[in-house]
């Protein structure tokens, strides 16, 4: 949460036009204390590597023994609040795994996309539970960008492992893991086009784009549960450490931050009368920062600006199981601390009911408090300025009301629409302001400004006898936006609520079986209506419009093989302004499973 001094949008382009190299230097600072906020999700997943965005973060994988299926799309979670629906078919055959304990699985493809993964079950009783994994997505190909000709290689290394245990007592469920991810990728983005008058001329600063930044992450945690939900006092208690680093700051000269984050989770809760329980919840983080003393940005020193702070929720609640209805009735009190402590509360309310066979209708209003440090910043745009400190924003309200049904065989649909309020929002600008050999392709955010979200959707899936599946999912987002009067009055004229995000989203998938060991899957995904601030100014993005096709063959219980081809449509487009993603690509793989 550090920095909070506010900048116009327009201090992007702050080197041009500089009357000297001295000032130059003195106004690319200004892209340093930014105040940046945004929502996270900790669900991540794996990616293949033809799509360049964010490391698949730690989750405590689930030990199971079925197919496991990554998504070509792991905006890891919720990646600016936007691009949901962007989901991969599968990439995995369709081995069975409820004889086997371990799996190794091999890809490779154009653009020198790399995949592989392996894991271990070594333990897996009803008492104890023990595995081992490891993930690695890379590439290194090159792309063009859509503004010009120039191409330019996006390199990725995404490495991520650990074990993970769980053993069941009688009454209690004891969890313990660690997990290790390292991270290397270039500032491949298109860099401003800067000429800084100086005292001797005109010089043209040249960007860094090809030396590697390095993140990694050493996670552990432990936690401990009651088994059942109608012990006598049910309670679940939940810590973990993540240590999260950047090797470079501005450039390749200069020391990344590191973040130390300790989390505590807890809910404590008895029963009260028949099928009622009360409780109290809480999530409580506190985040630590090592950086260098002082940050150099050309001949000016500068006081770095991290500062250490907690932020916590305590969520009273009181439930109620009605058989064919369930109510959660609760609010959510949440602060945070430091020079721009706050608090807030909001309500945290759910429920449902059965109206029909098999019909479920359902609600809820809730809000939370979007923790923004560095490490999930990284995981929603690893491209990111590492030297911005960010501040928790404040959801004062998450509410959503829809209709879920599963009345005939094989079918199944969720026609939903909700309304978000969210204080302190920001979204990703591209085209920062650099000096000589800086990362010229990392990105600031706009801040100071409060969101609100209108959205309906649908979504259903079918399935007929195991010969073919298929899915649909269709939002309209509408977002308003409200800046505050650090932003320059010729912006409000502009699409900021739309910068990043698509206001039509739509994924659709149909996998077929034709034989019983022969799998072929389409992936449709779109997302329209997407702007992007470059340099001070504009621009529509291209909308997303990818259709992939993966062919999948089990030979025995033990081998199997795929080939998928992406962007079968030969589409260009971006998911950021001047960060270009790989055209048509095909990769072929192999899984073991033994």
């Known amino acids: 949460m550090k920095t909070i001094n506010k900048i116009k949008v327009y201090g992007v382009v702050a080197l041009l036009g500089a009357s000297s190299m001295v000032s130059a230097q ?45 998504a070509s799309f792991a905006l890891p979670t919720d990646p600016m609040k936007e691009i949901h629906l962007l989901s991969s078919g599968n990439i995995l055959t369709d081995i069975s795994y409820n004889k086997k304990r371990g799996y190794l699985s091999l890809a490779g493809g154009t653009y020198m996309n790399l995949n592989g ?56 469920s004891f969890k313990l893991g660690a997990h290790y991810g390292y991270s290397t990728f270039n500032y491949y983005g298109l860099p401003l086009d800067i000429s800084i008058p100086t005292a001797t001329g005109i010089i043209n600063p040249k960007a860094d784009r090809e030396t590697k930044q390095v993140n990694q992450t050493i996670h552990f945690y432990t936690g401990i549960a009651s088994r059942t939900e109608d012990a006598p006092i049910g309670y679940l208690f939940d810590l973990a450490y993540t240590n999260f680093s950047y090797k470079y700051g501005f450039n390749e000269k200069q020391d990344g931050p590191t973040e130390h984050s300790l989390n505590g989770k807890f809910d404590i809760n008895i029963p ?17 920062y090592n950086q260098p003393a002082e940050l150099i940005v050309g001949d000016v020193v500068y006081a770095t600006s991290f500062e250490n702070y907690m932020e916590a ?10 058989g064919s209805w369930h109510v959660h009735l609760g609010v959510n009190a949440m602060f945070f601390t430091g020079d721009n402590k706050k608090f807030m509360a909001s309500p945290n309310v759910f429920a449902d009911v059965e109206v029909a066979d098999k019909t479920v209708l359902y609600a809820q209003a809730t809000g939370k408090l979007q923790s923004n440090s560095l490490y999930e910043v990284s995981r929603i745009n690893r491209y990111i ?55 010229g392709g990392q990105m600031a955010a706009a801040g100071d400004m409060d969101s609100k979200l209108l959205f309906a959707g649908v979504q259903f899936k079918y399935n007929y006898q195991q010969l073919f599946d298929m899915h649909l999912k269709a939002v309209y987002n509408h977002w308003t936006t409200e800046l505050d009067s650090d932003w320059d009055e ?70 199997g093989a795929y080939v998928k081809l ?15 993603m790989q055209e048509f690509n095909v990769m072929a793989g192999i899984n073991i499973n033994f």
Do not use: C
């Not at 200004?30 to 033809?50: G, I, K």
């Not at 009260?272 to 630590?288: A, E, K, P, W």
């Not at 990043?500 to 779109?526: M, Q, V, W």
């Open 26 to 70: 003195e106004d690319a600072t200004n892209y340093m204390n930014r105040e940046m906020t945004l929502e996270r999700e900790y669900d991540p997943s794996v990616q293949d590597a033809n799509k360049v965005n964010t490391l698949p973060v730690i989750k405590e994988p689930e030990v199971r023994k079925i197919p496991i299926d990554y």
């Open 117 to 172: 993964d392996a894991g271990y079950h070594i333990l897996n009783s009803d008492k104890d539970q023990l595995n081992i994994f490891f993930s690695h997505r890379s590439t290194h190909g090159k792309l063009q960008y859509l503004q010009n000709e120039e191409k330019i290689k996006a390199k990725l290394n995404d490495n991520l492992g650990g074990l993970n245990f769980r053993h069941h007592f009688e009454k209690a």
């Open 272 to 288: 009260v009368l028949t099928d009622q329980r009360v409780g109290l919840s809480g999530n409580i983080n506190y985040f630590n």
């Open 313 to 322: 929720t305590l969520s009273p609640y009181y439930k109620m199981d009605g």
């Open 385 to 439: 300025n590492p030297n911005t400190g960010y501040v928790p924003s404040r959801n004062w309200l998450d509410s959503k009301v829809g209709l879920k049904s599963g009345v005939a065989p094989g079918f199944w649909f969720d026609v939903f629409g909700g309304y978000k309020i969210i204080s302190d929002d920001y979204l990703f600008i591209s085209g920062m302001s650099y000096l000589d050999n800086d990362f």
């Open 490 to 559: 010729s912006y409000k004229e502009y699409e900021i609520s739309s910068l990043g995000r698509p206001r039509f989203e739509f994924n659709a998938g149909l996998t077929i079986r034709p034989i019983h060991k022969l799998s072929l899957a389409l992936d449709y995904n779109l997302a329209t209506d997407r702007y992007a601030l470059y340099g001070g100014n504009q621009f529509k993005l291209k909308n997303i419009n990818e259709l992939n096709l993966t062919a999948s063959y089990t030979v025995n219980d033990t081998f």
């Open 566 to 580: 992406n962007n079968l449509l030969f589409q260009k487009y971006e998911l950021y302004y001047g960060y270009p």
